[in-house]
C-alpha cells in the first residue's frame, strides 16, 4: 500500500515556475514507478512525466519536454516535478501516481493516486 500527497500547487503568472513535491507513505517506494499526470476542467486525465524505480530514466509528454523535469529522492520517499516556463495551458490539478509498472504513460496503469494540486496559470 501507497499513500501519496502533492504538495506546491498555486498560481504563477506565464513564464514563471513551480515545483511540485509528492511524498509518499511506505517502505516499498522504490520499487514504484512513478509518474504525474494532469487534469483540466472537462478533459481527460493527461501523462505529464514518468521517472523510473532507480530515476535513472525518464519521460514526457511532448508538451512538456525541455521545460518540465521530474526527479525522484528515494531515500525521502519523494518525487518532486520541476515547472519552467509555465504556459497558461498547463494550467490543471497535477497528481502523483505510482505503478509497479516502470515508465508507463497510461492512468489505468498506476496503482495509486494522490489527492491532486491545482497549478494556475496566469496569462
Known amino acids: 500500500q501507497v499513500q501519496l500527497v502533492e504538495s506546491g500547487g498555486g498560481l504563477v503568472q506565464a513564464g514563471g515556475s513551480l515545483r511540485l513535491s509528492c511524498a509518499a507513505s511506505?517502505?516499498?517506494?522504490?520499487?514504484?514507478?512513478m509518474a504525474w499526470f494532469r487534469q483540466a476542467p472537462g478533459k481527460e486525465r493527461d501523462f505529464v512525466a514518468s521517472i523510473s524505480t532507480s530515476g535513472l530514466v525518464t519521460s514526457y509528454a511532448d508538451s512538456v519536454k525541455g521545460r518540465f523535469t521530474i526527479s525522484r529522492d528515494n531515500a525521502k520517499n519523494l518525487v518532486y516535478l520541476q515547472m519552467n516556463s509555465l504556459k497558461p495551458e498547463d494550467m490543471a490539478v497535477y497528481y502523483c501516481?505510482?505503478?509497479?509498472?516502470?515508465?508507463?504513460?497510461?492512468?489505468?496503469?498506476?496503482?495509486?493516486w494522490g489527492q491532486g494540486t491545482q497549478v494556475t496559470v496566469s496569462p
Open positions: 511506505g517502505r516499498t517506494f522504490s520499487r514504484y514507478g
Open positions: 501516481a505510482a505503478s509497479v509498472t516502470n515508465l508507463a504513460r497510461i492512468p489505468s496503469v498506476y496503482n495509486y
